[in-house]
Protein backbone atom coordinates (compact mmCIF):
# COMPACT_ATOMS: atom_id res chain seq x y z
CA UNK A 1 0.00 0.00 0.00
CA UNK A 2 2.87 2.51 0.81
CA UNK A 3 3.89 2.32 -2.99
CA UNK A 4 1.01 4.11 -3.86
CA UNK A 5 -0.80 5.68 -0.78
CA UNK A 6 0.08 8.34 1.08
CA UNK A 7 -1.76 9.44 4.75
CA UNK A 8 -4.86 9.53 5.61
CA UNK A 9 -5.75 7.44 2.63
CA UNK A 10 -2.50 4.62 3.41
CA UNK A 11 -4.42 4.76 7.17
CA UNK A 12 -7.93 4.37 6.44
CA UNK A 13 -7.02 1.14 3.95
CA UNK A 14 -4.24 -0.49 6.09
CA UNK A 15 -6.73 -0.07 8.94
CA UNK A 16 -9.12 -2.13 6.77
CA UNK A 17 -6.87 -4.71 5.78
CA UNK A 18 -5.96 -5.90 9.37
CA UNK A 19 -9.56 -5.95 10.09
CA UNK A 20 -9.96 -8.24 6.87
CA UNK A 21 -7.45 -10.55 8.19
CA UNK A 22 -8.14 -10.69 11.62
CA UNK A 23 -11.34 -12.44 11.18
CA UNK A 24 -9.60 -14.50 8.06
CA UNK A 25 -11.77 -12.78 5.48
CA UNK A 26 -9.95 -11.92 2.18
CA UNK A 27 -10.86 -10.81 -1.52
CA UNK A 28 -11.03 -12.93 -4.34
CA UNK A 29 -11.60 -12.54 -7.54
CA UNK A 30 -10.84 -9.70 -10.36
CA UNK A 31 -11.63 -5.63 -10.81
CA UNK A 32 -11.08 -3.52 -13.72
CA UNK A 33 -10.74 0.11 -13.74
CA UNK A 34 -13.72 0.64 -16.87
CA UNK A 35 -12.83 4.57 -17.04
CA UNK A 36 -10.63 7.38 -15.52
CA UNK A 37 -10.46 10.92 -15.60
CA UNK A 38 -7.66 13.20 -14.45
CA UNK A 39 -8.42 17.12 -13.98
CA UNK A 40 -5.49 18.84 -12.64
CA UNK A 41 -5.75 20.95 -9.29
CA UNK A 42 -2.90 22.64 -8.60
CA UNK A 43 1.27 21.99 -8.98
CA UNK A 44 1.72 18.43 -8.58
CA UNK A 45 -2.13 17.42 -7.52
CA UNK A 46 -5.30 15.78 -9.39
CA UNK A 47 -8.45 15.00 -8.95
CA UNK A 48 -9.03 11.66 -10.30
CA UNK A 49 -12.45 9.87 -10.62
CA UNK A 50 -12.72 6.40 -12.76
CA UNK A 51 -15.48 3.94 -12.60
CA UNK A 52 -14.42 0.33 -11.69
CA UNK A 53 -16.08 -3.05 -12.29
CA UNK A 54 -16.24 -5.20 -8.64
CA UNK A 55 -18.60 -8.05 -9.93
CA UNK A 56 -15.46 -10.23 -10.53
CA UNK A 57 -14.76 -9.58 -6.90
CA UNK A 58 -15.92 -11.33 -4.15
CA UNK A 59 -15.65 -11.05 -0.41
CA UNK A 60 -14.85 -15.00 1.47
CA UNK A 61 -14.58 -16.11 4.92
CA UNK A 62 -11.88 -17.70 6.25
CA UNK A 63 -13.01 -20.95 4.92
CA UNK A 64 -13.38 -19.08 1.85
CA UNK A 65 -17.08 -19.11 1.53
CA UNK A 66 -18.37 -15.78 -0.11
CA UNK A 67 -20.28 -13.28 2.08
CA UNK A 68 -23.40 -11.75 1.13
CA UNK A 69 -23.18 -8.67 0.02
CA UNK A 70 -26.81 -8.26 -1.05
CA UNK A 71 -26.31 -4.52 -2.02
CA UNK A 72 -23.36 -4.87 -3.48
CA UNK A 73 -23.11 -2.75 -6.67
CA UNK A 74 -21.28 -3.99 -10.00
CA UNK A 75 -19.91 -1.03 -10.67
CA UNK A 76 -18.29 1.79 -8.25
CA UNK A 77 -17.50 5.41 -8.73
CA UNK A 78 -14.07 6.67 -7.17
CA UNK A 79 -12.98 9.87 -6.54
CA UNK A 80 -9.16 10.13 -5.44
CA UNK A 81 -6.81 12.82 -4.81
CA UNK A 82 -3.57 12.16 -6.24
CA UNK A 83 -0.20 14.18 -5.98
CA UNK A 84 3.05 14.18 -7.60
CA UNK A 85 5.86 12.82 -5.17
CA UNK A 86 9.10 14.77 -5.22
CA UNK A 87 10.26 11.42 -6.32
CA UNK A 88 8.05 11.96 -9.54
CA UNK A 89 5.84 8.93 -9.05
CA UNK A 90 1.99 9.41 -8.02
CA UNK A 91 0.49 8.35 -4.85
CA UNK A 92 -3.33 8.44 -3.61
CA UNK A 93 -3.53 10.65 -0.33
CA UNK A 94 -7.47 10.06 -0.36
CA UNK A 95 -9.87 8.21 -1.87
CA UNK A 96 -13.92 7.88 -1.49
CA UNK A 97 -16.66 5.72 -3.06
CA UNK A 98 -18.81 7.94 -4.71
CA UNK A 99 -21.62 5.40 -5.78
CA UNK A 100 -22.07 3.27 -8.70
CA UNK A 101 -21.18 4.37 -12.26
Request: a positive charge.
Amino acid sequence: MAKVARDPSFQTWQQLIVQLRVKGERLVGKSRVLTSRALKTGPAHFAVTSCVDVSGANLVDAKGVRIATPNKAPRVQYQYAVVQGTDGKFYVSSDKAMGTC
